[in-house]
């Protein structure tokens, strides 16, 4: 490997939401813990990011970002390269980072009583950016059967009326670790065409795939390209969810105009310079860095589901398409979640995202974030097969 993913970076006083923020959110402190919970990795950026970075830092100006054209081209070319689609630069808005540009996409499109789709358990900002824009949540619920998530759109076409008006899609998703289908993908598409339910797709994490092929919602066909919004960012790529950037990729000139409109509205127009500076290098020059951070992760991965198998009887971890978020379903275990909870805290110091926050569906399960080094999910499960020795 090139890049040295196994060197652990201390974090604890640097500003970083995992670790510093433990105190306030869990009531531990970080010394002795190992955070496994909100998703950014422990592993530095890639080179040319901070390369990037520097040469802005020698500069010693950081005024105003301006003239975006080799931004569009990174974005373009890593698309064409990685996703085999091709954008245009005039598609391409730049949002503060996805919960923002879901956030500004709910108000473009929707008015207040109106209703938003989401496939449920799911990320968890969701149904509070649905609910804050005055528009009600049509919880979706998916269909979990021998381990593995499907859509359940026969339940859906009983949920939505007239006046349900988005689907928020997480494709991959998460928690669950899905990559859908290109005919599960086109069946959704459908389903809202004839609804006249405008899609939109947070695809954040499609770039973290193993199992594959992911497919871009807007490339299956012009129509459903032509009622899509595509959120999509480097940030959780490359580990640079701090600069907060992404973007809106629209290629309907009426959608782009309206969710331009509503970003005028809000002053959102111009975004973070850093956030540009970072995303392009990423784009334009992190093939060979992702390539060799997903056989880690990968690794990672593994290793974790065969701990899991043969130290934690009664949980299951379930089969992880994409993203490093392992979902450990904890119902074998008949255990309630507020004990899982404290065995995981208490017992083992390892702090992941509890089930419930991500809606129905979620209750007794954990969200454990494996995109660190290997040592530390060593680590981490030593602890979890120590605090759950009993059910062995
Ligand atoms: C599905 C999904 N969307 C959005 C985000 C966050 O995006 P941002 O930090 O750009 O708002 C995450 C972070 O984990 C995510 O999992």
């Given at each position: 490997?090139?890049?040295?993913?196994?060197?652990?970076?201390?974090?604890?006083?640097?500003?970083?939401?995992?670790?510093?923020?433990?105190?306030?959110?869990?009531?531990?402190?970080?010394?002795?813990?190992?955070?496994?919970?909100?998703?950014?990795?422990?592993?530095?950026?890639?080179?040319?990011?901070?390369?990037?970075?520097?040469?802005?830092?020698?500069?010693?100006?950081?005024?105003?970002?301006?003239?975006?054209?080799?931004?569009?081209?990174?974005?373009?070319?890593w698309m064409k390269r990685r996703h085999g689609w091709?954008?245009?630069?005039?598609?391409?808005?730049?949002?503060?980072?996805?919960?923002?540009?879901?956030?500004?996409?709910?108000?473009?499109?929707?008015?207040?009583?109106?209703?938003?789709?989401?496939?449920?358990?799911?990320?968890?900002?969701?149904?509070?950016?649905?609910?804050?824009?005055?528009?009600?949540?049509?919880?979706?619920?998916?269909?979990?059967?021998?381990?593995?998530?499907?859509?359940?759109?026969?339940?859906?076409?009983?949920?939505?009326?007239?006046?349900?008006?988005?689907?928020?899609?997480?494709?991959?998703?998460?928690?669950?670790?899905?990559?859908?289908?290109?005919?599960?993908?086109?069946?959704?598409?459908?389903?809202?065409?004839?609804?006249?339910?405008?899609?939109?797709?947070?695809?954040?994490?499609h770039d973290?795939?193993?199992?594959?092929?992911?497919?871009?919602?807007?490339?299956?066909?012009?129509?459903?390209?032509?009622?899509?919004?595509?959120?999509?960012?480097?940030?959780?790529?490359?580990?640079?969810?701090?600069?907060?950037?992404?973007?809106?990729?629209?290629?309907?000139?009426?959608?782009?105009?309206?969710?331009?409109?509503?970003?005028?509205?809000?002053?959102?127009?111009?975004?973070?310079?850093?956030?540009?500076?970072?995303?392009?290098?990423?784009?334009?020059?992190?093939d060979?860095?992702l390539?060799?951070?997903?056989?880690?992760?990968?690794?990672?991965?593994?290793?974790?589901?065969?701990?899991?198998?043969?130290?934690?009887?009664?949980?299951?971890?379930?089969?992880?398409?994409?993203?490093?978020?392992?979902?450990?379903?904890?119902?074998?275990?008949?255990?309630?979640?507020?004990?899982?909870?404290?065995?995981?805290?208490?017992?083992?110091?390892?702090?992941?995202?509890?089930?419930?926050?991500?809606?129905?569906?979620?209750?007794?399960?954990?969200?454990?974030?494996?995109?660190?080094?290997?040592?530390?999910?060593?680590?981490?499960?030593?602890?979890?097969?120590?605090?759950?020795?009993?059910?062995?």
């Amino acid at each position: 490997m090139s890049f040295d993913f196994d060197r652990p970076i201390p974090r604890i006083g640097t500003h970083s939401a995992k670790w510093d923020s433990l105190p306030a959110r869990f009531g531990i402190q970080p010394e002795g813990t190992l955070p496994m919970w909100v998703a950014d990795m422990e592993f530095a950026a890639p080179p040319a990011v901070n390369k990037a970075l520097q040469d802005a830092i020698d500069l010693g100006v950081h005024g105003y970002y301006g003239d975006p054209a080799s931004y569009h081209e990174a974005i373009q070319g890593w698309m064409k390269r990685r996703h085999g689609w091709d954008i245009k630069t005039n598609w391409i808005l730049t949002t503060a980072g996805i919960v923002n540009g879901v956030n500004l996409a709910i108000q473009a499109f929707c008015r207040p009583g109106d209703g938003v789709i989401i496939q449920q358990p799911i990320y968890h900002p969701f149904a509070p950016s649905i609910r804050n824009n005055g528009c009600h949540v049509v919880g979706n619920l998916m269909k979990y059967e021998n381990g593995r998530y499907e859509m359940d759109l026969e339940g859906l076409a009983s949920q939505v009326d007239a006046k349900t008006r988005m689907m928020l899609l997480c494709s991959p998703h998460n928690p669950t670790g899905r990559v859908w289908t290109k005919e599960e993908l086109t069946a959704l598409a459908e389903f809202c065409l004839k609804r006249n339910i405008i899609i939109v797709s947070d695809e954040i994490h499609h770039d973290l795939v193993f199992d594959g092929p992911h497919t871009i919602m807007a490339t299956i066909s012009d129509e459903i390209a032509d009622n899509t919004i595509t959120f999509t960012s480097a940030t959780k790529t490359f580990n640079l969810a701090g600069g907060h950037t992404g973007n809106a990729i629209i290629s309907n000139p009426r959608l782009k105009a309206q969710m331009h409109r509503q970003m005028e509205r809000c002053g959102m127009l111009a975004s973070n310079r850093f956030g540009y500076i970072m995303n392009e290098a990423a784009y334009a020059e992190g093939d060979a860095w992702l390539d060799e951070l997903l056989v880690y992760l990968q690794g990672n991965r593994d290793y974790l589901d065969a701990r899991v198998a043969s130290d934690l009887p009664g949980v299951t971890s379930v089969k992880l398409d994409a993203t490093y978020l392992s979902w450990l379903d904890f119902s074998g275990t008949g255990m309630p979640e507020k004990d899982v909870i404290a065995r995981f805290q208490d017992k083992a110091k390892v702090i992941c995202n509890h089930g419930s926050s991500f809606g129905p569906g979620g209750d007794g399960f954990m969200r454990l974030n494996f995109a660190c080094p290997r040592s530390m999910v060593v680590e981490g499960m030593d602890r979890l097969a120590e605090a759950f020795s009993d059910l062995q």
